[in-house]
């Protein structure tokens, strides 16, 4: 991965037969990659464009060139979109460039165009794929004329392998960027094998997450146990980075990914150069999408962008490339990237806003200053060192309209004056709880009170983890060299009385399990509907595979409890679930989405409660897991001795 963390910044590329028809179908416009689908182009007419597609304009090394100059370290560009129309010669189809008057492979092309350069080629390649005859399932409104009958998926899925086989071996590809995993034919027993193939045919490829069931929609990130080597959020960027978590921001230059003429709603230079320096200082890479015309050339408007965007990143390419995310708690102004040199670290401020009036003030941290200047410009940049606090003054005619750099270079780790972060199993308690203080920085000391009055440099300070018997407002802050640098963070700890137990008697192991049928975007009422079958389980599980669709079930029972604590109960689920202790609601999961898992805490009295959960799911893939654990230890699957039925 670390050719591709350092890169930061690549080009992605959608092309393909639908830049011919430019967004436009008999009048209806609007459309873009996905023209076949929304404009509802039977397949046969589809076809015709073969023989039209003929971008004699088209320069490999000109479109590398543009990213290498933009700063774009990668370019992905489609092997192969949802159409299935293929821009390689591909022994296992002829619905691909050779077909067409073209006859020049061009995955060849670019990828011999990047070799000689100092660009990286990768390709996307869609599982969806609406022409092969064996794909499924059909777009809905060609079901009738483009029937399914005959149709076998894991020959599908052999023709998939064959194609990323000879993508990988003929083409060296640094990422196969996998999309068009979401239709429910698509589950993680071909996705996993699918990421062990690239793994094999290419040890050193990356593969994005989509090769896998694991992307929690268009926000990207791989939930569960699934494979794929980072996230992928879509048109938008993450609140803050994962720490340890690679992820791309993939996002369009206008509104489309595939050329669209009339789409002229492109995002100015400034906002482009934004979105990299955001992404970057939280640790991302941004993949900025072109749609080439049919000729092979770019749009105009892109061609600016990517012209402008090289400008800046030759004077503040450092800035971006080898760095890592700030360390610093988001600060109105701009943004933070940092490199480390030797012992010592290079931070990176990206300015987008400076004060209207007086020194713009650095985020506070400990280090010792060693040098700050701005990138590129011999400037007459004034500096102010005060207690742990740096402020820099620049002529306004100094900065760059897109983002001026400042490069600062401390010794040592960043010393970032952070408030400390508070970590505990619950809000709530029954007998007693340990709460964690943590900082990240090395050199600060944690101060806390239990009062809820600020901590001074007087009060206690923190030495390990803190044991509460009572309610408590505990209240804590960051000092360095004694002084108060941070801010100050407080949390109300509870101490709640358990919920009684219940003194049903009980008439067998396990839990009712009810099953219903319908189609539901959440959880259903399930008192005014009818099961429609009833059995007995071990334990809160479903039935083994094939995933059933259009279906919930309702668990219903007592859970035993040996000692009277607080527990932390763990519901995963996809699509959507609820857990209720006594009648109340402990975890809400509910709602149409991949697999995820939220926590309760529910305070339990030695004894039997009543248990209920509620599943559904309405499509595609599914999964459903209860884990619970007393206060402070670890969750387990609940065993089936603690599960009863009653009377
Ligand atoms: O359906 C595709 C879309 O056409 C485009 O390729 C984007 C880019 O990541 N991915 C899918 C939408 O999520």
Request: net charge negative.
């Amino acid at each position: 991965m670390t050719w591709w963390r350092e890169a930061r910044f690549g080009m992605f590329i959608h092309w393909g037969l639908y830049s011919i028809l430019a967004g436009e179908w008999k009048g209806s416009k609007g459309h873009a990659e996905w023209i076949r689908d929304t404009a509802r182009i039977p397949v046969d007419e589809y076809e015709k464009l073969l023989s039209e597609f003929n971008p004699v304009k088209f320069d490999a090394k000109e479109w590398v060139r543009m990213a290498e100059d933009a700063g774009m370290k990668y370019i992905v560009i489609t092997s192969k979109h949802h159409d299935g129309f293929c821009l390689f010669d591909s022994q296992y189809t002829a619905w691909d460039v050779m077909s067409t008057p073209f006859k020049r492979d061009i995955l060849k092309e670019l990828s011999d165009a990047c070799k000689a350069s100092g660009v990286r080629f990768s390709t996307y390649h869609s599982i969806m794929d609406w022409h092969h005859p064996d794909y499924l399932p059909r777009r809905p409104w060609e079901v009738a004329t483009r029937p399914a009958e005959g149709a076998n998926f894991d020959r599908f899925v052999e023709y998939l392998r064959n194609q990323v086989t000879e993508i990988l071996t003929k083409y060296d590809p640094g990422v196969m960027w996998f999309d068009g995993e979401w239709e429910s034919t698509w589950t993680h027993d071909y996705g996993g094998p699918l990421y062990e193939l690239c793994r094999k045919v290419k040890p050193d490829v990356i593969v994005n997450n989509r090769v896998d069931k694991g992307r929690g929609g268009m926000a990207g990130m791989t939930e569960g146990e699934h494979a794929g080597d980072f996230g992928t959020p879509e048109q938008e960027i993450p609140a803050t980075g994962i720490p340890g978590v690679d992820w791309e921001s993939c996002i369009t230059m206008n509104r489309n990914w595939g050329f669209n003429a009339e789409d002229k709603n492109f995002k100015s230079t400034t906002e482009l150069l934004r979105m990299l320096c955001d992404i970057v200082s939280k640790g991302g890479n941004f993949l900025l999408n072109i749609g080439p015309k049919a000729d092979g050339t770019l749009p105009q408007e892109s061609i600016d962008r990517l012209r402008e965007i090289g400008q800046w990143m030759k004077v503040n390419g450092e800035s971006i490339h080898g760095t890592n995310a700030g360390p610093f708690e988001p600060f109105g102004w701009g943004r933070c990237t940092q490199k480390r040199d030797g012992n010592d670290t290079f931070l990176y401020f990206h300015v987008f806003e400076w004060p209207s009036e007086g020194p713009l003030m650095l985020p506070r941290f400990g280090n010792e200053v060693d040098k700050v200047e701005v990138l590129g410009v011999s400037s007459d940049l004034t500096v102010i060192f005060g207690p742990n606090s740096v402020g820099v003054s620049l002529p306004s005619a100094q900065r760059d309209p897109h983002a001026t750099v400042l490069k600062v270079r401390i010794k040592g780790k960043p010393i970032v004056f952070e408030k400390p972060a508070v970590i505990a199993p619950a809000l709530q308690f029954v007998n007693m709880l340990d709460v964690q203080l943590r900082v990240a920085s090395p050199g600060l000391k944690i101060r806390y009170t239990m009062d809820g009055t600020l901590p001074t440099n007087r009060s206690r300070e923190y030495i390990g983890p803190i044991r509460l018997r009572a309610t408590t407002l505990l209240r804590a802050a960051s000092f360095y060299n004694d002084e108060l640098v941070s801010d100050d963070i407080s949390v109300r700890f509870e101490k709640v009385a358990p919920w009684p137990a219940t003194t049903v008697p009980t008439t067998a192991a396990g839990l009712a399990r009810k099953k219903y049928a319908g189609n539901w975007d959440k959880l259903p009422n399930f008192a005014e509907l009818t099961p429609v079958a009833t059995d007995a389980v071990g334990t809160v599980t479903l039935p083994p595979p094939p995933t059933e669709e259009y279906v919930a079930y309702v668990f219903e029972g007592f859970l035993r409890v040996d000692s009277t604590d607080a527990y932390v109960f763990d519901l995963r689920s996809d699509d959507g679930s609820r857990l209720e202790i006594d009648g109340t609601v402990v975890v809400d999961n509910d709602g149409l989405h991949s697999s995820a898992a939220k926590r309760g805490v529910a305070p339990l009295d030695k004894g039997l409660h009543r248990i209920r959960v509620l599943w559904f799911n309405k499509t595609g893939g599914a999964d459903l897991e209860l884990r619970m654990g007393q206060i402070g230890r670890p969750l387990e699957l609940i065993p089936g001795e603690l599960l009863y039925r009653g009377g």
